[in-house]
């Protein structure tokens, strides 16, 4: 088997989604990757240094696979058609951030684990600042993009992203209560609340918006937040 850095990193990860971060240990991931201990330690001669790399491996995978989106949206005709095809991305990408799919809990749970170690381990505490500021740029361009009347992307993308993320710590710790439509129904108020901002700013009409006419908008987000799945 290859003994390559990046082939380690994918057993770290899955020793940690298997078993939560305590089980990866060197012997444990060495055992997962089909490696001797020596070439673990090798490229990680600490377990701070193997957790710091499939931490940044999961944020680069993340933030990669956002950009990625971004780069297939198809320029719009008409300003009206763009903004609501730009709503349509943020709604999406604001239902990944709450991992509202069972099949995105794994990977939450993950992140997770790496955030709570990250308030004693220094190295785990940069990448994740460094993640959600990439994360907030990526949301403020895209409220701006939505709703081009708004008058503090940046600040709606950073309550934003603390609301999603909140969500999804509730998706992964009590799922029974946190469920996915309950989840959906939290994330469209909050787009809602987003949009409301823009409509009401100062010198805003509702004709000079013409933002969400073709979007889907948060038509629900008067949906009930007491459903279950």
């Avoid at 809990?105 to 308030?119: E, H, K, N, P, Q």
């Avoid at 381990?121 to 949301?139: C, G, N, V, Y």
């Amino acid at each position: 088997m290859s003994t390559s850095r990046d082939h380690i990193v994918e057993a770290i990860v899955s020793v940690i989604a298997a078993g939560g971060i305590e089980k990866a240990t060197v012997r444990t991931v060495a055992g997962q990757a089909g490696v001797s201990i020596g070439a673990v330690q090798h490229h990680f001669p600490t377990k701070a240094a193997m957790l710091t790399a499939a931490m940044e491996a999961i944020s680069d995978a993340v933030t990669a696979d956002i950009e990625d989106y971004l780069r297939t949206l198809e320029p719009a005709g008409t300003p009206a058609e763009a903004a609501g095809q730009a709503a349509l991305v943020l709604r999406h990408l604001s239902f990944m951030l709450c991992s509202i799919r069972e099949e995105d809990l794994t990977a939450a749970g993950i992140w997770l684990d790496f955030v709570a170690l990250s308030r004693v381990t220094p190295s785990l505490a940069e990448i994740h600042a460094r993640t959600w500021a990439q994360l907030r740029k990526q949301m403020s361009e895209l409220i701006t993009a939505a709703h081009p009347h708004h008058p503090d992307p940046e600040a709606a993308a950073g309550w934003a992203l603390a609301t999603f993320d909140g969500i999804a710590v509730s998706r992964v710790a009590e799922p029974p209560f946190m469920t996915g439509p309950r989840a959906a129904a939290l994330a469209e108020r909050t787009l809602a609340a987003i949009a409301t901002e823009a409509v009401e700013a100062p010198g805003t009409t509702a004709s000079a918006l013409g933002t969400t006419a073709s979007a889907p908008g948060p038509a629900t987000a008067s949906a009930p937040v007491t459903g279950t799945a």
